[in-house]
């Protein structure tokens, strides 16, 4: 057996009836991979297209993993497209063919994207998970997905509601990176309601404080 994974970035008639082919089987038994009902060739065809017009843009690609010459899984990262979270990417539409599961797929795409990602120069990648895909969850946490929230009972199929789990992992950074977190000062930085400025305090370009509030007595801001 021969597992491969690939990075195609134009489409013909064999690839987009491959794509159609496992995305259609996965959602007929149920998968979350975002379709309530196994979708048709009108709908994934375009689809593919859209999602390698990214790939020759840099701003994405799709990995298709192959098991002796046929496309059993697949899944695709996507750049952030706001102007500050273009070093952050998403993981989506990680999902094996019902008859190839048990052979690792899921590992070799999420792994995979994460290299390609990385390469790209993606600091930060997400990803989002229905709340009882705990075998999915488990794979991503295997490969260092941490999560850090929850949106209680907002999937919804038909009468059934599921959290949405949103996980991360770092990728690195490149030298001079300056992690301010959410330490006081820096470009955008307010004040905390109610404080008084240190005096000869001066607001970041973009400091909006709310109305009525001062920062507190002896507040400094960190350097920009």
Do not use: C
């Amino acid at each position: 057996m021969k597992i491969d994974l690939t990075w195609p970035e134009t489409a013909d008639e064999p690839l987009l009836a491959a794509v159609h082919r496992v995305l259609h089987a996965v959602v007929e038994l149920g998968g979350a991979v975002g379709y309530l009902a196994p979708p048709t060739r009108d709908e994934t065809d375009p689809w593919v297209e859209a999602t390698l017009a990214m790939a020759r843009t840099g701003e994405g690609r799709l990995a298709l993993a192959t098991v002796d010459g046929t496309v059993q899984a697949m899944g695709l990262w996507r750049r952030g497209q706001e102007a500050v979270f273009r070093h952050s990417g998403e993981i989506g539409k990680v999902m094996a063919h019902p008859q190839a599961r048990g052979l690792g797929l899921g590992r070799v795409v999420v792994s995979g994207l994460a290299d390609d990602a990385r390469a790209a120069g993606i600091e930060t990648l997400t990803l989002r998970a229905r709340g009882n895909n705990h075998g999915a969850i488990a794979l991503y946490q295997s490969l260092g997905f941490r999560e850090w929230g929850r949106l209680p009972n907002v999937v919804e199929v038909g009468e059934w509601r599921f959290d949405e789990v949103n996980m991360y992992l770092e990728l690195g950074r490149p030298p001079g990176t300056i992690l301010h977190g959410s330490s006081p000062g820096g470009p955008g930085s307010s004040p905390q309601p109610g404080l008084s400025p240190q005096p000869g305090f001066s607001p970041q370009p973009g400091f909006s404080p709310q109305p009525g509030s001062s920062p507190r007595p002896g507040f400094s801001p960190q350097p920009g």
